[in-house]
């Protein structure tokens, strides 16, 4: 199995005229999670973008294994393996489970490869096995969310940019999703995870970075976030 390094270096990226990432660096070492918190509207989604290639960078530059990728266009980072699961359950609400999965290989010509990363992914997610036939659309949040990471999963990648997992998700299914991260990893082993909630994503994380406006103002192991309390209630409030 191939496994990938992310590093980012000196990124500046906005809409328009307005800068929204400042001079974001830091990496992510084959096989970790990385975890990313901020108060809303202060650019983790804007990053996460950047990285997948949704939005261009204005400078600085990402590498993927060494080679430079912030030039290429999206379909081209997925292909090297960078897989974004965005806000918003973006699934094809006419289509069942099964053919929302299968989309995520589209470009696999492999029938046999495409029928293993689907027991794959049910075996990560034995709801959607369950609700195979089901019409996207009728599925409850947690179900959506489940099939848009299943989606993202199809495509084999190995370096996952998943964007706020638990947002408008009932305590129990979060549970749920968040239970799955660790088999989620065995397919792919490296995680880039927004969050607004930090007990969340220090359960998983290994290294978290905290962003305000654009920049990280602080970075550590994620045990060490309990820490620094005082710095979350600043940003973050409560
Ligand atoms: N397509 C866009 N055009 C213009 N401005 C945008 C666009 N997308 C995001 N922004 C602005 O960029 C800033 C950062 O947004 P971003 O979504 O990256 O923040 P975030 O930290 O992920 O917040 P949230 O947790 O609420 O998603 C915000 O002020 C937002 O309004």
Redesign the pocket.
Known sequence: MTRMTLSVNGVNAG??R?Q?LRSISFSVPEGSVVGVI??????????MRAISGLNPVWSGEIFLDGTAVHQLPAHQRVARGVVHIP?GDLVFAEMTIEENLKLGAIIVPDNDEVERRLSQVYDIFPRLLERREQIAGTLSGGERRMLGIGRGLMTGGQIMLLD?PSLGLAPKIIDEIYENLSSLRLISPTLII?E?NPIRLQEVADYIYL?DNGEFVWNGRAKELSGAADLLKTYLGG
């Open positions: 809409y328009g307005r929204v901020g108060p809303n509207g202060h650019g983790k989604s804007t990053l806000q706020e927004v607004e962003m």
